[in-house]
């Protein structure tokens, strides 16, 4: 008797699926960087940003009627001023909203539309310890993304940036 099986079938069985993961990207400055999707509730048009008259990266927004917390994720990343476009120039600019502690909404400001996409769990390498010492980009997490061979993206750790 003939087992009958589809070539199909047979060629899934055979290929294990990896696990994958959502990351938000997005571009700051020369560099790429991710956010797992989970941390990010919402991703909105930046309005209009004010109260950090002593330039400290830390101001205010308006956002569903109440006041949100902006931080400057380009100046906590390099630890210099922000790479933000001139607030008079046409270059729409974004705010990916992260739920903190206890409910808490912050705004993290980008430059670049985000982009969403999937990554398998093998292209999340380690960065080497050296780097993360004496790097000079900060609040990423110990991982690097090589998403393909043009693209690599450092993974932010929410902790750190918030």
Not at 77 to 100: C, M
């Amino acid at each position: 008797m003939t087992i009958y099986s589809h070539r199909r079938s047979r060629t899934l069985a055979g290929n294990a699926k990896e696990n994958t993961q959502q990351l938000i990207t997005f571009l700051l400055g020369e560099e790429w960087f991710a956010l797992p999707i989970n941390k990010i509730q919402k991703v909105v048009p930046l309005g209009k940003i004010y109260g950090d008259p002593q330039g400290k990266g830390i101001s205010l927004t308006h956002y569903q009627g109440q006041e949100l917390m902006v931080i400057d994720v380009a100046r906590r990343i390099f630890g210099i001023e922000t790479f933000s476009a001139h607030p008079d120039s046409d270059q729409t600019r974004f705010l990916l909203i992260i739920n903190h502690e206890n409910e808490q909404m912050v705004g993290l400001p980008i430059d670049s539309p985000p982009s969403i996409i999937r990554v398998a769990e093998s292209a999340f390498l380690p960065l080497p310890a050296i780097y993360l010492t004496q790097g000079n980009i900060h609040c990423i997490s110990s991982t690097f993304i090589q998403f393909n061979e043009q693209n690599s993206f450092f993974l932010l750790d929410v902790n750190q940036l918030l």
